[in-house]
């Protein structure tokens, strides 16, 4: 039976994630793997391995190892297919990562256990925003992450209108706002005030960016085949739309609708039995160590 290949992709700009891809393909190759190599980078390792990322599906590959950081992973994410895409492998050379599973220290134990199907799938819903004009949709790429939409001038913020189920739920002014999945629950929805959502949780979350004092809209938590529509309703100030902070759809006139719903997509991250919450508590919720007989001031 032919073996199904890996994958590698990594970020560019950094000499260290490139020179880790590099070990990493000698390594897999060492132990009688096929790889493949996301084409960007194949010209800076092995010209002939070459594969575009949309090409890449889990029929056609065992998982793909991604070397950066979070960052490197939504790009990754947006430009595999979308039916069917390969089980995530992180890795991580930046500053948290917290999607990645695995680090320049453990990379080629976690290989091994990756090889040897000695893993788990965390599955992650993704999110479709839609651009609605004249009734008809105007699909935009998937988000893993979240989808922002913004104010096009800093300085101006939006009106918007927010329906659920095409029940109208508030008017707003403010800067902006996320619609996030739980996977991105720990991303620009933490900064911005919305809770931290287990992945495991099929939900979305709406979070305004600095609302009107007295506008009413809050965070909240919704089931995942909700439908969501944004109505932006202040003349003459346009807004745009950012997906994963990987692409920007900008000029979205005044009266267009922004409708969000379930993505037929997800991504699987292979994760080593290893608790959520300990990844949550190391890389994002540091413990501030203080002595354990601090005690108040009677």
Same mark, same amino acid.
């Given at each position: 039976?032919?073996?199904?290949?890996?994958?590698?992709?990594?970020?560019?700009?950094?000499?260290?994630?490139?020179?880790?891809?590099?070990? &990493?393909?000698?390594? $897999?190759?060492?132990?009688?793997?096929? =790889?493949?190599?996301?084409?960007? #980078?194949?010209?800076?390792?092995?010209?002939?391995?070459?594969?575009?990322?949309?090409?890449?599906?889990?029929?056609?590959?065992?998982?793909?190892? &991604?070397?950066?950081?979070?960052?490197?992973?939504?790009?990754?994410?947006?430009?595999?297919?979308?039916?069917?895409?390969?089980?995530?492998?992180?890795?991580? =050379?930046?500053?948290?990562?917290?999607?990645?599973?695995? /680090?320049?220290?453990?990379?080629?134990?976690?290989?091994?256990?990756?090889?040897?199907?000695?893993? %788990?799938?965390?599955?992650?819903?993704?999110?479709?925003?839609?651009?609605?004009?004249?009734?008809?949709? &105007?699909?935009?790429? %998937?988000?893993?992450?979240? #989808?922002?939409?913004?104010?096009?001038?800093?300085?101006? =913020?939006?009106? !918007?209108? #927010?329906?659920?189920?095409?029940?109208?739920?508030?008017? +707003?002014?403010?800067?902006?706002?996320?619609?996030?999945?739980?996977?991105?629950?720990?991303?620009? /929805? $933490? +900064?911005?005030?919305?809770?931290?959502?287990?992945?495991?949780?099929? =939900?979305?979350?709406?979070?305004?960016?600095? +609302?009107?004092?007295?506008?009413?809209?809050?965070?909240?938590?919704?089931?995942?085949?909700? !439908? &969501?529509?944004?109505?932006?309703?202040?003349? *003459?100030?346009?807004?745009?739309?950012?997906?994963?902070?990987?692409?920007?759809?900008?000029?979205?006139?005044? %009266?267009?609708?922004? *409708?969000?719903?379930?993505?037929?997509?997800?991504?699987?991250?292979?994760?080593?039995?290893?608790?959520?919450?300990?990844?949550?508590?190391?890389?994002? $919720?540091?413990?501030? *160590?203080?002595?354990?007989?601090?005690?108040?001031?009677?």
């Amino acid at each position: 039976m032919e073996k199904k290949p890996i994958a590698i992709a990594c970020r560019l700009d950094s000499e260290r994630a490139v020179k880790l891809a590099k070990r &990493i393909f000698e390594f $897999l190759v060492q132990k009688g793997e096929v =790889v493949h190599l996301e084409t960007r #980078i194949a010209p800076k390792i092995f010209p002939h391995n070459g594969m575009d990322l949309a090409e890449m599906t889990a029929d056609n590959t065992k998982f793909i190892v &991604i070397i950066g950081g979070d960052g490197s992973i939504l790009r990754v994410a947006s430009g595999l297919s979308q039916k069917a895409p390969p089980p995530i492998l992180g890795v991580n =050379v930046g500053s948290i990562g917290f999607l990645d599973e695995s /680090n320049e220290r453990t990379v080629f134990k976690d290989l091994i256990q990756a090889i040897n199907g000695e893993y %788990n799938c965390e599955k992650c819903s993704k999110i479709t925003p839609y651009i609605v004009k004249n009734s008809e949709e &105007i699909r935009l790429n %998937n988000a893993l992450n979240e #989808i922002l939409i913004v104010s096009s001038k800093s300085s101006k =913020v939006l009106q !918007i209108s #927010i329906k659920i189920n095409d029940v109208f739920l508030n008017r +707003s002014y403010l800067d902006g706002v996320i619609i996030s999945t739980s996977t991105g629950s720990t991303a620009y /929805n $933490l +900064s911005a005030g919305g809770a931290i959502v287990n992945p495991t949780m099929d =939900v979305m979350q709406i979070t305004p960016l600095n +609302s009107f004092a007295g506008s009413g809209l809050k965070p909240m938590v919704i089931p995942i085949d909700s !439908i &969501i529509e944004v109505q932006l309703l202040r003349p *003459r100030l346009n807004a745009k739309i950012v997906i994963d902070g990987q692409r920007t759809i900008k000029k979205i006139a005044p %009266n267009t609708i922004i *409708r969000i719903r379930k993505a037929n997509s997800h991504n699987k991250f292979i994760r080593f039995n290893k608790s959520y919450y300990k990844r949550l508590r190391k890389k994002i $919720l540091s413990t501030v *160590r203080t002595p354990i007989d601090d005690s108040p001031e009677e």
